[in-house]
């Protein structure tokens, strides 16, 4: 099943993402414990944002996955981009 690096830029709000950060991370190791997402972090540099790295069989079913994230349900997500990701060699790598 293809993989896909999710990269999200985070509303500059930072109380407002406090707030909701264990409902989010909840979010993910839920995926996580489901096998589909395989990774997720926030950059600790730069603007605010994360990657998430996802196993799913299309983009689309990516970005189901992610209207269920609650930052994106309190709007604290402002920006996403999915890219189907080709690992050469690693822990994915087919």
Known sequence: MPV??????YADDP???AEHRPAH???LRDLLDEGVVLAAGAYPEGPAGALL???AASVD????HLQADPFLA???IDGT???Q????????AD
């Open 81 to 83: 981009e999915v890219r």
């Open 74 to 76: 309190h709007g604290l």
């Open 53 to 55: 790295v996802f196993r």
């Open 15 to 17: 109380d407002a993402l």
């Open 61 to 64: 079913d990516v970005a189901g």
């Open 25 to 27: 991370r909840q979010f």
């Open 4 to 9: 896909f690096a999710v990269h999200y830029r």
């Open 85 to 92: 990701w080709t690992q050469a060699m690693g822990p994915w």
